[in-house]
């Protein structure tokens, strides 16, 4: 008697690689053509050197917040804490709700107080802030 032999199927799997690099590449094109990139916007804000006359406003309607180099506060050329700015501000709302500010700061002032200052007058609900950038005469 014959045995027969079975054959043997011998199977691979081979996976080109060059095949890889194809769909690597499309993933690639995909991936950069559909993405959308952050873009950062700065603006450039010099503030003005402060001279020794503080801003004074001629309108009753317009009220000017003078910060400077020493992070020192005033409201119309009257020195004003930080910590009574809010009341003051509050104060004016209710006397004019049509009230106009201008924030002036010290080109050495400190960024921190700029900021400190438009928190402060968020709270109040002040919208009508112009923020000066030259020294009026």
């Known amino acids: 008697m014959r045995r027969r032999r079975r054959k043997a199927i011998d199977f691979r799997l081979e996976i080109a690689p060059v095949n890889l690099i194809d769909l690597l590449l499309v993933m690639l094109i995909f991936f ?3 993405t959308t990139f952050l873009q950062l916007r700065m603006i450039e804000l010099r503030l003005p050197k402060s001279s020794s006359q503080l801003l004074q406003s001629s309108d009753e309607r317009l009220h000017v917040i003078n ?7 005033s409201l119309d ?23 106009r500010f201008h924030l002036g700061a010290d080109e050495a002032s400190p960024h921190r107080c700029f900021v400190q200052v438009l928190e402060i007058m968020q709270k109040e609900d002040i919208v009508d802030i112009s923020i000066l950038t030259k020294v009026a005469q």
């Open 77 to 99: 050329a009257i020195p004003v804490e930080t910590s009574l700015l809010q009341e003051s501000l509050r104060k004016l709302k209710q006397q004019d709700q049509k009230a």
């Open 67 to 73: 910060i400077d180099e020493q992070c020192r506060l």
């Open 32 to 34: 950069v053509t559909t």
